[in-house]
């Protein structure tokens, strides 16, 4: 299902005012499922990223493949989340 940037737009905002100071990828990615509700898929979780951090599309493109969104060979583990978005997250 797709949803208008105007439906996502609050949940971008609330993860950018989110306190993530010291708090690690993970945190933030789960913070933003549940944020995102039902509304939650990979693309939505890619847009907030971009939104909220200003995390570049490939970036967030290769964060929607943690493991606890998507299985498979390709899914990234805890630590390649956070070595991925390390550099958005600590702005």
Known sequence: MMYAPSLLEPAGEELRLADVCGRGATEVA?????????????????????RAFEVEYTAARDASRWHEFHGGPRAL???????????????
């Open 30 to 50: 789960r913070e933003a499922r549940a944020l995102l509700g039902e509304r939650f898929s990979t693309v939505t979780f890619m847009y907030v990223l971009m």
């Open 77 to 91: 583990s805890d630590a390649d989340l956070e070595k991925l978005l390390a550099p958005w997250l600590a702005r």
